[in-house]
């Protein structure tokens, strides 16, 4: 497993400004976290994702390719870094028809 921070510079006001994830040996997310502007913090893993957030469908590819972007920071954080963004973090809401809350 790896860990990454990712801090997205851009100013869009719907969109997360810094992603958590979760990498897996095979290079897909596992889980994920989200923080937008608003101070909202969403997560997702492969059971609870919405149309807010959710896991890419494909491979995350290498850190240093992300890192290269010019709008992406991208770095390595610990375990334990990720586990205390993924419990500040709340699912996604979809509605009250959402049979997985």
Known sequence: MEYWKVDWLHDFQSEPTTLFNEIGDDGYEV???QHYRDGRKLKADALHESADIGLSD???GAIQDVAGQPELRATLITGAAFEEAWRSASWATR???????
Request: no cysteine.
């Open 58 to 60: 494909i491979p995350v």
């Open 95 to 101: 509605g009250p028809d959402s049979a997985d809350r």
């Open 31 to 33: 889980r994920k976290v």
